[in-house]
């Protein structure tokens, strides 16, 4: 374009970056792209499950460098991850001192590190459960290697961890990077317990405050939302507190079902039917359905009748 | 394989594309991988959001020379997209004159960077939108880094931006990219207002001809769809006209609601329950909440009655 | 992070790999990235649609030397990834000799490309039925470049074949590929007819025995389920056998319906209605909807009324 033409529009945009600080950060620590964040969780994984994503072959002479090697890249990529992570928070300018950060930051990402055998753990019963509660399964590596549920839970239980060590920011990126691949929104401050089985998984939500108990499995669609949330003067939200449902252990909820509510407690053993819609407590060792109204059936006078109903 | 497999095996592909011309394009300009209309998506992000998703610090100082440089590479990557989606609209030969494409995608492409500072301006209002809505969300900047419904509404507004200007193929493209990263998918064609929020987004679907007004709040699985469409001669849909609903200001649609029909008219203030289906028009400042059969709770008799519904 | 603490925290990872053999595949071969897998996939799509996602313009003289090419790379890499996911499920031990693997892996590979001309075709009507059925479709060029249905077809038709011929766990992977970039999750084994169209595709879910005549047409969030499944006496469920519906030819479902249950058959020309909940065989030629409760709406005495209704 005409030299002048692109200084136009260079100066349009620079401009406006001066009309609403909410929305850049310069002279701010950048955010790193998505990308490295991704980088160290993949690396996480084929720490946690060795030989499932790797890029070679591992044998009781070769895995000792290779766990070294994985646990010194982890470390150092996750520490600069963390500190960009705490320096955004804070939003600490250039001129600051940004040791406080970075001091924090390694010993969050160590202490994530030494977490990583009891995250195995927690996901061999998720992989265990997940075999157990879907016929298709047709062994626990593919579980491992291409479940998304199974992924969804694995993204979550590491960003939960890091969540706990303190960490801003990362652990929600995590749980939206997994998110976007398997449709499953579980958000990192979720309290879930063992033995956990998300089957399909799109279009799951499982908000903030939820608590989950042990041997609990879920299907496609399953909503565990919030209620109402009070607002303050200003007509916005409050921010905190719990406003998501507990479920507690062998519960199974199925397809497109919504339970709401931080009151709302499903007791042990229950059973939610499909598209049910629940806002209030339920029973220990009781199948809650939702009442389906009949289904009309009219033959098609003329022709396929596409009419008769609308598409999405 | 051997030689005379491998003949056959690459004489019956060639000749099955003589067979039929919907599924080939060869002799046409070819369509350019995705990865490049994505990697232009992710630079204007860039130039929207700087600092967000930069690859270095910004300051007051290097901030006009990265600009300079964003726009320069936006511009000759977009100039070069349009000019393939143009002939591939226009299925341009090899051995016509591509100065007609060329020279519009010019004029296209500088035509979208003058809406730069525009598109930021709307999008500071959704974010906004997305933090006062959402008691999970901790700060703005974690909505722009990694909220997926945020990300959605980012690139509507880019894809529309790029539609107005009467650029093919490339809109559609870039919202089915957003539809595959955060399940919502939006129409570049629909007309969304001021400080719109999707929270959680996935199954969200908008139609092309929906029209949405300011302070509009969608949940996840809501629908705004077609009611029905008429067919032609050979049964066949028409294309185009207003088959999609139409939301005034102040909306909220709370999750898994489907409202559809291109005369469905929601009216201001509106609040639409979860699950409800409407497909008729609906008066302002109104609560519309479908009727929900009762819930039948049945005690267990032996054991954990997984029979007792199925899953998906 | 100091020596003694990086050794402590290898040793500890080590050590845990020892305590549970289903999460780690040390001494046996390893799974490769998915991004081969991909890659073979997007090389096929490449063979498929000549001209839609190719790297360079494709002539009547440089076709040929292009598909040469092509073949050969996705013969080595596909011999590649199916010897891997041989030896992995029958869990090849290194010392052991794997020439039965390759050997199988050579011929799935050779008999996979053969098909290339008979999955052309199958996709050619697909695409023709996903222009006739959607009015917001532009042009078949559109369909084939970006539609998420489509999409979710075509991998699903790859992965189908590659199921016929004996190939295990990677037709999963493909199709879990494709549910994660379109929200379809379409299992492998389902068995699909002719001229099969899925619109906005995010949600749906077609279970393993699942079978679907020609020119069905399926919307958003329809889940094709199992019903309930018996379980052994230790309480897991029992694998194999149909327990997924079947629909006969020229049956629509519209958004968000559920059908579920192994004898469940929908005769051939059927509308199932949005949301509707069908557990049981319908009439050839009907329209199937659910009664919907009446809509209740309340005009709102003060203010917005956000508590009126819980978010998700």
């Known amino acids: 374009m005409k030299r002048t033409t692109a200084d136009n529009v ?3 945009i620079v401009a406006s970056y001066d009309t609403d600080g909410r929305t850049h950060r310069i002279g701010h620590m950048f ?12 690396n996480v994984r084929r720490l946690i499950f060795p030989g499932y994503f790797s890029r070679k072959e591992l044998t009781a002479t070769n895995l ?21 992570c705490l320096c955004t928070e804070r939003r600490c300018s250039r001129c600051e001192d940004p040791d406080c950060c970075a001091t924090g930051a ?9 977490r990583i055998p009891a995250i195995r753990d927690m996901l061999a019963l998720d992989a265990q459960a997940a075999y157990d509660g879907d016929p298709a399964a047709k062994s626990i590596d593919e579980i491992i290697y291409c479940y998304p549920g199974f992924h969804a839970v694995t993204v979550y239980r590491i960003a939960h961890e890091l969540l706990e060590l303190g960490v801003p920011l990362m652990p929600r990126t995590l749980c939206e990077h997994a ?10 401050g979720a309290k879930i317990g063992k033995s956990f089985f998300i089957d399909h998984a799109t ?7 939820t608590e989950i108990g042990n041997n609990v499995k879920i299907y496609q669609g399953v909503t565990l939302g919030a209620r109402s949330f009070p607002k303050d003067e200003r007509g916005k939200v409050i921010k905190g507190y719990k406003r998501h449902p507990t479920l507690r252990d062998d519960v199974t ?5 919504t339970i709401r509510g931080g009151r709302t407690v499903i007791g042990s053993g229950v059973t939610v039917g499909g598209n049910a819609y629940v806002t209030e407590s339920v029973e220990a060792d009781t199948v809650v359905e939702q009442e389906k109204p009949g289904l ?3 033959s098609k006078k003329h022709g396929k009748g596409g009419q008769a109903e609308p598409p999405g």
């Open 296 to 298: 009309r059936v009219v």
């Open 10 to 12: 260079v100066y349009g």
């Open 64 to 84: 000792r460098p290779h766990v070294e090697h994985l646990v010194a890249e982890i470390r150092e990529d996750l520490e600069h991850e963390i500190n960009a």
């Open 253 to 257: 909820v199925y397809p497109n079902a």
């Open 203 to 209: 279009g799951v939500v499982i908000g903030e405050t």
């Open 31 to 42: 955010l790193p792209s998505h990308k490295r964040a991704i980088g160290i969780l993949e």
């Open 106 to 114: 390694a010993d969050m990402a160590v202490g994530f590190l030494q």
């Open 179 to 188: 998110h976007s691949a398997t449709g499953a929104d579980i958000h990192p």
